[in-house]
């Protein structure tokens, strides 16, 4: 099991940016895919966006395309979510997923960070 840690949340104004960063551990990470979700408040966690981490292929909601960017980077076993023009409504807390067994199915997850956004 992989053990995912999500940082970087936090109290944002509308309009703002924010990068949030999940640490994997392990000296050999390199699942499949890896993933980012929202749940907001009273809502069903979604999906935001996830990355192919061999190629670097990132795919996003249509929701957050253009505004919102996935990538890894160093150290070799973090994914980032690079997040501007913020609204009220991505207010919610953040997970990252991996996908270790690959089909795009996430069966190991972050404990979240929360994302507060003011308007």
């Known amino acids: 099991q992989v053990q995912l840690v999500e940082s970087g949340g936090g109290l944002v104004q509308a309009g703002g940016s924010l990068r949030l960063s999940c640490a994997a551990s392990?000296?050999?990470?390199?699942?499949?895919?890896m993933g980012w979700f929202r749940q907001a408040p009273g809502k069903e966690r979604e999906f935001v966006a996830s990355i192919v981490w061999g190629s670097g292929t990132p795919y996003y909601d249509g929701s957050v395309k253009v505004i919102f960017a996935i990538h890894r980077g160093r150290p070799k076993n973090t994914l980032y979510l690079q997040m501007s023009t913020l609204k009220a409504e991505g207010t919610a807390v953040y997970y990252c997923?991996?996908?270790?067994?690959?089909?795009?199915?996430?069966?190991?997850w972050g404990q979240g960070t929360q994302v507060t956004v003011s308007s």
């Open positions: 392990g000296r050999s990470f390199s699942p499949p895919a």
């Open positions: 997923a991996a996908s270790l067994r690959g089909g795009w199915n996430y069966d190991s």
